[in-house]
């Protein structure tokens, strides 16, 4: 048997896509899907079902994926190990946001991917949400870190952590008395929010409740420059961000965080990518973030 044909198999099995196997194999997906058909020819079983939508496996197919499987990461350990003995290896294109710095997952990520893979060179693309999802969908990017509500349409998206919208008080406000502040609390009150055209979505979801319940959104366009916004921050002002920035805020601000109650539900990290299988760095960091995913889940 030829043992190229079960690598093959091995990557198709892994993907349940003829199209990400071939992109990730570097080869044309008509020819891939002939070799499969070769191995279940000589086999004499069928390994895969396939339809127009969706590949599945075989109970012929998981049995043989179990055996296949060590061979198929052992080829990626030497592709690794060639790349390193020629001196490069490649480079990770990767979206964060601006206030990525403060999300303690991305980091982790990141720095676990550069010890596994330290000959990589790892691109920061600096951006809010719409610019990112729309650089992974045009393949400008490899993968992304977005923050939505809901999973984005039209990429593959695997949620890594979540937070809440804290609302930066100055002390002694009355709200400080409510554990979470619900849209209501905030009629004849003004809000600091981040520019509408930053993300539209996010931003109707977020503080529409805010303006319907009679508070009134300022838009700051350098919302997370908390030193420049420490004198001119008036008392009344109330200032909106995620989780993840709000400590820091309210540190360099002398105010008190709360959350906002957000009737959609909690607001996420999203490590995105197009549907098209992307190259060896970007799949490392995606089976990284699923593994850690699984292990919080």
Do not use: C
Not at 95 to 117: C, D, K, M, Q
Not at 185 to 197: E, P, Q
Not at 239 to 257: C, I, K, N, S
Request: avoid cysteine; charge should be neutral.
């Amino acid at each position: 048997m030829d043992i190229r044909l079960v690598l093959h198999f091995g990557v198709v099995a892994e993907e349940l896509s003829f199209t990400r196997a071939a992109a990730r194999l570097g080869v044309a997906q008509p020819w891939l899907s002939t070799r499969i058909r070769q191995l279940e020819a000589q086999l004499g079983v069928p390994l895969l079902l396939r339809s127009t939508r969706r590949v599945e496996l075989t109970e012929e197919g998981r049995a043989l994926l179990a055996r296949a499987r060590p061979l198929v990461e052992a080829a990626q350990g030497v592709d690794e190990l060639a790349a390193t003995l020629r001196g490069g290896s490649g480079r990770l294109r990767l979206g964060t946001p601006p206030y990525g710095a403060h999300i303690p997952v991305t980091n982790s990520l990141i720095e676990a991917f550069r010890r596994h893979w330290p000959s990589v060179s790892v691109e920061l693309d600096i951006g809010w949400t719409p610019v990112l999802l729309e650089r992974a969908r045009q393949g400008v990017l490899d993968l992304a870190f977005t923050v939505a509500v809901a999973p984005p349409a039209g990429l593959e998206a695997l949620a890594l952590a979540q937070t809440t919208q804290e609302l930066i008080l100055a002390p002694g406000d009355p709200l400080l008395a409510l554990p979470e502040i619900p849209p209501a609390a905030l009629a004849g009150r003004k809000v600091a929010v981040f520019t509408r055209g930053l993300n539209p979505e996010l931003s109707r979801a977020l503080f529409e409740p805010v303006v319907e319940a009679g508070g009134t959104l300022v838009e700051i366009p350098d919302i997370l420059d908390f030193r420049q916004m420490r004198e001119g921050f008036g008392a009344e002002l109330i200032l909106a961000l995620f989780g993840w920035v709000a400590p820091e805020a309210a540190r360099q601000t002398g105010r008190v965080t709360r959350p906002l109650a957000l009737a959609g539900g909690p607001l996420r990290l999203y490590l995105v990518r197009g549907q098209e299988m992307p190259r060896d760095p970007a799949r490392h960091l995606w089976e990284l973030a699923s593994t850690q995913a699984s292990a919080k889940a």
